[in-house]
């Protein structure tokens, strides 16, 4: 009776989030890296609300030269050889909440342009493409495709055919999608002199379910002048026919000028920032000159960025100045020689305002982990993302419905201990067993223990977090952690 009662609860939270948000979509993709980011970085399947967003992007996977999907991560994302079967924990959040889309997303910046415009320019290579995204998800429980081509005709790409190569790729893909019952979208260039190069717009518009526009990077250490990442609008210091395009005002109405549909349009909104070290640190207005990124973050450990966590858990400790743009409706901050565009709850606020009187399809966010999900800065968990869920729910909060606590590793044989309060659990993480080198376990954000052991013949290395083999393992290292 009470396992019956559970489920028809979340069936109905389920059916009421669908009724208040009109259809917007919060599309939220995941960097499923961020799992191996040291301490309060790390990012596991465990962590993420089932509730907070409507759709859930795995990012990434790659494409192959013969038009196949490409596992990046076999062992996080697959359970075979003690992988730690990452893919089947993600989907599994759809048993939680049972409106859940989740997409796999193939692409991002890393993977580059070249293998998707030579796919492309195959029609052989697209349908086996087409084919085998299809397969891909049935396989493994996704709900579609968000093909993350980054970008047609451009980054190596052909120039010439890439444009309508893409458009064609998206139309065959759409009515195979159509016919198995799977979503289809796609992240794309935000600003004109971008977009206008590498999409026909009234044509992949027709062919996508959503368009996830990344209305972010319009500024980073790739520049001689600080500026920030996302501004809402232009600003004084934008002077040239391409400066005042890198907004995001400017961009959704390109984009709306071209035909796409509102309702189809995903406002991307960051959720970090953009630094760089001043020249002058007497100089720190937008515009200043800059010699290079900012110093990396604590969790992502890149010069030039910080996450939202990474910034607020900074300025509990350092005196950060924090100043607001009025022309650009964003804010920014300085310590020194140190200067970051970010955001934070007023800002994407803000955005959301943008978005609600444009009347978009909805939001979404680059990326789920770089909130602060473990609530160090404030009284609640991804503040940020709260402000993105109220505003499309009316001012209403997630529903809190508990989630299945996984084990984190299918390196696991065994798990002997129940949740519970640990007293050896003041730290949230992988922990080595000072015991046994052969066990491990893992702390939650509650303070709840799960042992675990690897596999016969591997040791658990607490360098890696990994079971490994006995040769790369110092136990002695593990009775000292």
């Known amino acids: 009776m009470g396992r019956l009662f559970l489920q028809l609860s979340v069936l109905i939270a389920s059916v009421f989030i669908l009724a208040i948000n009109g259809e917007k979509k919060i599309v939220c993709y995941v960097g499923t890296w961020a799992v191996y980011r040291p301490g309060r970085g790390s990012f596991n399947i465990e962590h993420i609300d089932p509730f907070m967003c409507t759709h859930l992007m795995y990012s990434f996977f790659g494409i192959n030269e013969d038009g196949t999907v490409r596992i990046i991560d076999p062992y996080l994302d697959l359970e075979e ?45 697209r349908q086996r493409f087409t084919q085998e995204a299809v397969a891909f998800c049935r396989q493994h429980n996704f709900d579609g495709i968000d093909l993350d081509w980054e ?18 790729w998206l139309e065959e893909m759409r009515i195979v999608f159509d016919r198995e019952g799977l979503l289809l979208s796609a992240a794309v260039a935000s600003a004109e002199f971008s977009s206008s190069i590498s ?34 609008y232009k600003g004084p210091a934008d002077r ?3 400066q005042k395009q890198l907004n995001v005002n400017a961009s959704v109405h390109y984009w709306l000028s ?18 760089f070290t001043l020249a002058n640190p007497d100089l720190t207005d937008i515009g200043a000159p800059v010699t290079g990124p900012g110093l990396a973050g604590e969790h992502s450990r890149e010069p030039g960025i910080l996450a939202y966590n990474e910034f607020c858990e900074k300025q509990l400790q350092e005196p950060w100045k924090i100043w607001f743009s009025n022309e650009q409706q964003a804010y920014y901050a300085t310590k020194g020689n140190q200067w970051l565009g970010y955001e934070d709850v007023n800002s994407v606020a803000l955005k959301m305002q943008f978005m609600l009187d444009l009347d978009l399809g909805g ?29 499309i729910n009316n001012g209403a909060a997630p529903p809190t419905t508990p989630v ?28 080595p067993n000072p015991d046994n ?35 790369q393992v110092d136990c002695q290292a593990n009775n000292e952690l």
């Open 437 to 471: 080198c052969q066990d491990y376990y893992i702390c939650t954000t509650e303070g709840h223990r799960y042992d675990f052991s690897c596999p016969a013949g591997l040791l658990f290395d607490p360098v890696l977090n990994v079971c490994n083999w006995p040769d």
């Open 81 to 125: 050889n003690w992988g730690r079967g990452h893919i089947k924990r993600f989907n599994a959040l759809k048993g939680v909440n049972p409106a859940l889309k989740t997409i796999a997303a193939v692409g991002g910046w890393n993977e580059g342009s070249v293998k998707f415009s030579n796919v492309a320019a195959n029609p052989q290579l």
């Open 363 to 391: 939001a979404m966010v680059w990326s789920l982990e770089s909130d602060d999900f473990h609530g160090q800065c404030s009284s609640q968990k991804y503040p940020l993302m709260n402000v993105i869920y109220a505003a």
């Open 151 to 168: 970008y047609p005709a451009q980054r190596g790409g052909n120039s010439a055919v890439d444009k309508e190569n893409h458009a064609v």
């Open 240 to 242: 040239t026919e391409i």
């Open 199 to 232: 999409y026909d717009i009234p044509r992949v518009a027709a062919a996508l379910h959503f368009i996830n526009v990344m209305t972010y990077d319009m500024h980073g250490a790739w520049e001689n002048t600080a500026g920030i990442n996302a501004p809402l």
């Open 258 to 275: 071209q035909g796409a549909p509102k309702e189809k349009l995903i406002l991307g909104i960051p959720l970090y920032g953009r630094s």
């Open 404 to 431: 299945p606590s996984t084990p984190s590793a299918a390196t696991t044989t065994t798990t002997t201990s129940k949740p519970g309060v640990a007293p050896d659990c003041e730290t949230e993480g992988i922990h």
